[in-house]
């Protein structure tokens, strides 16, 4: 680890302001991700799971700005981008992040062709003359494993995983540093999902990219991250290198997404006690006093009820396991 | 997408017969359209008139196919002078939202606010009488209604995973909105478009019957209404006529409209 990370977040916060009634007066906010703080190096990836509404894609569509965050800073490069204006994202920063969407179908416009769709991002950004797009643009297409005489294709011709491959051709032809993928394969037939994976990991290391993955499908991240963070109502709850998150977590929030993991019982493997959370998680606009995750914390006292826990390191040495609760879970 | 689709071929048909007698009017007309033959006012059809006289003598079947000329003219500049302004005004508040939005929004309102008629009375005592001048009152009446259809779609569109991964690769906005979006919205302007068509035929004519529209002697089927209906029960044939063909030519295109709608509608799916 030397130099600076290639992506270092800090403090992210997003806000949307709650709107009703017939005047879309503000009445009050709803904090979809609230104070992630982590760093992220070259050719790595960071897994960060979740809940569905537990503030993951705001986090991706912060980081590559779709949204501006409300506070925090995003550093990327060397450079903050979190307040950065739109035309300078565009000249320094949109080529070297690129997104991969979850749902394939609507994330490929149905009106352009194959050839056209893989082909913009070097347009848009002036890469090579245009007669020589097409080697490269054919090129990509083959190492995603798509025929490029499949060019003039439109999306609707295409299968899911088809199409999935297709939006990582985009992402990856203007070689980008960072590839955010939110929940890429989670509208994928399981199958198909297996191939998405080994082709995005072949890829990583191949083209030294990093990927923050986003999945509420804990078998998947464990597949392919070297780091994980676990959101819960936008808060980090817990953050750990992949296998010692799954072997050693140390939150009650980790313990019950891994207890729902559906998994094969082998006899080396201890199945972690089945926890199965009561209750929906709570309404964002208005979250819980002291830890958010208290009012369906199978361990709660008091004290978690009163005081937000702070983010902290824990255990030994062990680098980068940081965790936010009072009464962490004993190995 | 093949299968059948009797509103839109049976419009199309419609309008194609009309469109073909209005483009044979520019070559040949079985009279000279202002030709009087002072002996045969008022007369019925016969082999030498097909749809009779009017009461200068004038053959009615020539001036329906020459007013058809000018039914397409006005329609399709007002319809494109709709589609233009409607479009770009709809695409803009759509895709910025916001008090943007807002904005033309509240002045859309406010055009939509007068009955078109009286609009189109405005732009006319403004601009003058006149077939342009017609169309172009028209053009503007119809603004309202397309930039609220283009809005909603820039609308929906906008937030679509396409569209953002067009942003996130750093596609400038203008780009996005006509290269990403505007293709996608495409089939429901045609709608909006051939249902607006029918409608400045009828505010052509309707126009043309008030003496507002266009001026004699350039033949409209609203003039020729206003001028035969005095003789209506002597001669019936030279109100009918361009009655009918008013009728005729409002009927097809709101077939073809629903038509379209039909065909759309299936292949919205893949989106």
């Known amino acids: ?331 | 997408m093949m299968r059948s689709n009797p509103n839109l071929s049976i419009g199309l048909a419609i309008v194609g017969l009309l469109a073909l007698l209005a483009l044979a009017s520019l070559v040949y007309t079985p009279h000279d359209i202002n030709e009087m033959h002072r002996e045969h006012r008022l007369e019925g059809p016969s082999s030498r008139f097909w749809l009779g006289t009017d009461n200068f003598g004038r053959d009615v079947f020539s001036r329906v196919m020459h007013g058809g000329r000018t039914a397409f003219f006005v329609g399709s500049t007002a319809v494109a002078i709709g589609l233009v302004v409607g479009t770009l005004i709809g695409a803009i508040a759509g895709y910025a939202g916001a008090w943007v939005d807002e904005a033309f929004m509240r002045v859309m309102d406010g055009l939509l606010a007068f009955p078109g008629l009286i609009m189109a009375l405005m732009v006319i005592a403004i601009a003058g009488p006149g077939t342009f001048n017609t169309a172009l009152a028209i053009g503007v009446m119809s603004v309202p209604t397309i930039s609220r259809i283009a809005r909603s779609g820039f609308i929906q569109l906008k937030s679509m995973d396409f569209v953002q991964a067009a942003r996130t690769i750093g596609v400038r906005p203008v780009a996005i909105m006509v290269r990403h979006i505007l293709p996608n919205v495409v089939s429901s302007l045609v709608v909006a478009a051939s249902v607006a068509f029918a409608a400045a035929i009828l505010s052509e004519a309707g126009l043309s019957y008030l003496g507002l529209g266009v001026q004699p002697p350039t033949p409209s089927w609203g003039r020729m209404l206003r001028e035969a209906q005095g003789h209506f029960l002597r001669s019936p044939w030279s109100t009918l006529a361009p009655g009918l063909a008013i009728t005729l030519m409002v009927l097809g295109f709101y077939m073809i409209s629903n038509g379209v709608r039909d065909a759309l509608d299936v292949r919205g799916h893949h989106l």
Not at chain 1, 251 to 276: F, G, K
Not at chain 1, 288 to 298: D, N, S, Y
Request: aromatic letters at 6%.
């Open chain 1, 1 to 331: 680890m030397s130099g600076p990370a290639l992506l270092e977040v800090s403090g992210l916060t997003k806000t949307f302001p709650v709107k009703t009634g017939l005047l879309q007066r503000a009445k009050g906010e709803l904090q979809a991700v609230t104070d992630v703080s982590f760093g992220l190096d070259r050719g790595r990836t960071l897994g960060v799971v979740g809940e569905s509404g537990s503030g993951k894609s705001t986090l991706a569509k912060c980081i590559v700005r779709l949204y501006p965050p409300t506070s925090g800073r995003i550093g990327f490069r060397g450079a903050d981008i979190a307040r950065m204006g739109e035309g300078m994202l565009r000249a320094r920063v949109r080529e070297h992040i690129q997104m991969i969407f979850q749902d394939p179908y609507s994330s490929l416009n149905p009106r352009h062709t194959l050839y056209s769709i893989v082909e913009e991002p070097l347009r848009v950004h002036r890469r090579l003359p245009a007669e020589e797009r097409g080697y490269l643009v054919d090129a990509v297409l083959e190492r995603v494993g798509l025929d490029p005489v499949l060019r003039t294709r439109r999306p609707h011709e295409f299968s899911g995983g088809q199409r999935q491959r297709i939006a990582i051709a985009r992402a990856l032809v203007l070689n980008p540093d960072l590839v955010i993928a939110d929940e890429p394969v989670s509208a994928l037939d399981v199958s198909i999902q297996a191939q998405i994976l080994t082709l995005m990991q072949d890829l990583q290391e191949e083209l030294g990219l990093a990927y923050i993955f986003i999945s509420h499908d804990l078998s998947v991240v464990r597949a392919i991250a070297d780091t994980v963070i676990v959101l819960y109502l936008g808060r980090v709850m817990e953050v750990a290198p992949a296998d010692r998150l799954f072997a050693c977590y140390a939150h009650p929030y980790t313990q019950a997404l891994l207890s729902a993991v559906p998994m094969v019982r082998t006899d080396e493997e201890e199945r972690p006690p089945r926890i199965i959370l009561a209750g929906d998680q709570p309404d964002a606009a208005n979250p819980p006093a002291g830890c958010v995750f208290h009012t369906r914390c199978p361990y709660a006292r008091n004290r978690c009820r009163n005081e937000v826990p702070s983010v902290r390191q824990i255990a030994d040495q062990t680098e980068g396991h940081r965790i936010a609760c009072h009464f962490p879970l004993s190995g």
